[in-house]
């Protein structure tokens, strides 16, 4: 069974950077494809962006586009999401989401989830 932790989240002031870390155990991440998704209380979950287990492709939301990247190590079983330029409407609780997709595209549903880590941007 894949298990996903995040982690990295925090406080930061509007215009800084965070890192976050999503580690899998269980199973090899070779194989899957990586998501970031966040969610503010009350509102639907947005997809941040993906990257795929082939080529290491990714997309981004047009929110966020040019600020985060994502990224991967599938030596170390982690994938990360690079944030800089952070705005006071990044905040929201950040997940990692994974799905056994052997492609070079991002899929439409993902199967494991982690459970979350909380950013705020705030002054």
């Known amino acids: 069974q894949l298990q996903l932790v995040e982690s990295g989240g925090g406080l930061v002031q509007p215009g800084g950077s965070l890192r976050l870390s999503c580690v899998a155990s269980?199973?090899?991440?070779?194989?899957?494809?990586i998501g970031w998704f966040r969610q503010v209380p009350g509102k639907a979950r947005e997809e941040v962006g993906c990257?795929?287990?082939?080529?290491?492709?990714?997309k981004y939301a047009d929110s966020v586009k040019g600020r985060f990247t994502i990224s991967r190590d599938n030596a170390k079983n982690t994938a990360y999401l690079q944030m800089s330029g952070l705005k006071p409407e990044d905040t929201a609780v950040y997940y990692c989401?994974?799905?056994?997709?052997?492609?070079?595209?991002?899929?439409?549903?993902?199967?494991?989830w982690g459970q979350g880590t909380q950013v705020t941007v705030s002054s």
């Open positions: 269980g199973i090899a991440l070779d194989y899957y494809a």
């Open positions: 989401a994974a799905r056994n997709h052997a492609s070079w595209y991002c899929p439409s549903e993902y199967h494991y």
């Open positions: 990257i795929s287990s082939d080529r290491g492709n990714t």
